[in-house]
């Protein structure tokens, strides 16, 4: 039958666009990770921050991009699609690849070995549980728990409170409001949130999955959740595709939460790639610091007391001078006095001031560890999250276009995938820039898993299995749904140029009516 007969619009293979050339050659995350490179001096990562800047700046013809503009946007996604192919061929990058797909599977399947229910549907059954009737229902609660808990925390930390939140759940038929690290006020409200969806749905997991799943505008989400008292805070533009699950947030909601329960279109925008986009668009910094910040500083500095232990501290400086500073010797100033902040606190924390609330009523009454971190931020720290929505959309728009440009060179790969190659590229390149061993910051769920399995009594010969693949049958897809999957066919080890990893069908996008949405 021909596509005139059915009217079907033919699909058009991708046009081919070169990649044998990096095309911002400055900044390129590869020149610092190829074998056989100097070891740098160690460097802070506001160093590093700025020691980039400089770079796209040389590319961009000392100008950083502001905004959409058709011909820089298809040269940031033809960079992001050159790097991306770079990270797939070369070694222990390449673990991206597979990332949602194998890597995530294995640490369900590991912590299935503690808690069977995740893994066998027998197990749940048997569980006899007033929600848990199903592997998949245990999955979804395991897979909202990581995401919750994944603010600002290490791999280890997030897979440990995870797994604390589970076996609450497990017990109670709720997670329970705990605070936890820097974003610990968040977090807790994200638990709080899950539990009041799950109540709008009768406790109906399934239900609850369904509505995490479905697409919506935004417009049309806030307005159906405010009949239920919730209010969705995201900054997305209000004809934003988005899906329910960001009533958790943007990044660990309707991105990274997506990815885990096996939709791997939504692109999570998180601390690392955030810096990548900051380093192409040349925008890692703020740069710019106003005099409203330096009179906070220099106010709260002027304490006899605090003089006197910051001169014992052996940090000598006077608050007359902050206007008068120039902007590297501000920098390192602020962070100075961070660190001493730092040390105040662990000994707060060691007199029994463990509660956040305490510290930062404490913090703010000080005054100067939040004006100090302010200006580190403007003037030296990274750009760690997109301002808006439109810079959200701008960032979207030019991804996609990078997935494109990678099909039409034979590298089929979904949005959240190219994330996960990037992330560990750009987190080696950062690692030895700043002098660090190349990888220090790279663990996985899996290997995280496995060390709180371990902890937890489960036999060493299990867990090795489970990385052999042979504890259970391996799941299609990121292994969090049950149903077989169209985007989980190959495995891809190092690719060479023109491999394909194989994107499958689209994601079917059933949309359920608005007025069902949570009832």
Not at 95 to 121: F, H, Q, S
Not at 254 to 265: C, D, H, I, Q, R
Not at 437 to 451: C, L, P, Q
Not at 452 to 475: C, M, Y
């Amino acid at each position: 039958m021909t596509d005139s007969e059915t009217n079907a619009t033919p699909r058009r293979k991708p046009r081919k666009v070169s990649l044998r050339r990096a095309p911002m050659k400055h900044v390129f995350i590869g020149r610092w990770l190829g074998d056989g490179q100097a070891k740098l001096k160690r460097r802070t990562n506001n160093e590093v921050s700025a020691y980039l800047m400089e770079q796209a700046l040389r590319d961009l013809g000392g100008r950083p991009l502001t905004g959409p503009d058709p011909v820089t946007d298809e040269r940031l996604s033809r960079q992001f699609a050159y790097e991306t192919l770079h990270a797939m061929q070369h070694g222990d990058l390449s673990r991206g690849v597979n990332w949602y797909k194998e890597a995530i599977a294995r640490t369900i399947e590991i912590a299935g070995l503690m808690y069977p229910e995740l893994v066998d549907d027998g197990a749940a059954e048997a569980l006899g549980h007033a929600n848990i009737r199903s592997a998949q229902e245990a999955k979804t609660v395991l897979c909202c728990a990581l995401a919750i808990t994944s603010q600002n925390n290490t791999v280890h930390e997030n897979c440990a409170y995870a797994l604390e939140q589970y076996a609450a759940f497990r017990t109670t038929g709720a997670f329970f409001p705990k605070t936890y690290g820097a974003k610990g006020a968040s977090v807790a409200n994200n638990l709080v949130r899950f539990n009041e969806l799950l109540e709008v749905h009768e406790g109906d997991l399934s239900s609850l999955r369904d509505f995490l799943e479905a697409p919506y505008t935004m417009s049309e989400l806030r307005s159906a959740a405010a009949k239920f008292g919730i209010n969705i805070t995201a900054r997305e533009l209000a004809d934003e595709t988005v899906y329910g699950s960001i009533v958790f947030g943007p990044k660990i909601g309707n991105a990274f939460l997506s990815n885990l329960l096996g939709n791997l279109k939504p692109l999570t925008v998180d601390l690392w790639f955030t810096r990548s986009w900051g380093r192409l668009t040349g925008r890692l910094v703020k740069g710019t610091v106003t005099d409203d910040q330096k009179d906070r500083l220099r106010d709260t500095l002027t304490s006899a007391g605090f003089l006197q232990e910051m001169a014992e501290s052996g940090l000598h400086a006077d608050p007359k001078t902050v206007h008068e500073l120039a902007d590297e010797d501000l920098v390192d100033l602020c962070g100075n006095l961070t660190l001493l902040w730092e040390r105040f606190r662990k000994s707060l924390v060691a007199k029994g001031y463990d509660d956040n609330k305490q510290l930062s009523e404490f913090k703010a009454k000080l005054g100067w560890p939040g004006a100090a971190q302010s200006i580190s931020k403007s003037l030296g720290a990274s750009v760690d999250a997109p301002a808006t929505a439109s810079e959200r959309r701008w960032i979207r728009q030019v991804m996609e276009r990078a997935v494109e440009i990678l099909a039409g060179n034979g590298v089929i790969i979904e949005p959240a995938t190219m994330q996960a190659v990037l992330w560990y590229a750009e987190k080696a390149g950062w690692d030895h820039l700043s002098g660090r061993k190349v990888g220090t910051f790279n663990v996985s769920f899996d290997e995280a898993m496995a060390r709180l399995a371990t902890r937890a009594g489960i036999d060493h010969d299990a867990i090795a299995r489970v990385f052999s693949g042979s504890e259970h049958d391996r799941p299609a897809g990121p292994g969090l749904r049950e149903e077989p999957r169209g985007d989980d066919a190959g495995t891809a080890q190092g690719l060479p140029e023109g491999a394909e990893v194989d994107r499958g069908d689209a994601l079917e996008e059933a949309r359920p009516e608005v007025g069902m949405m949570l009832a």
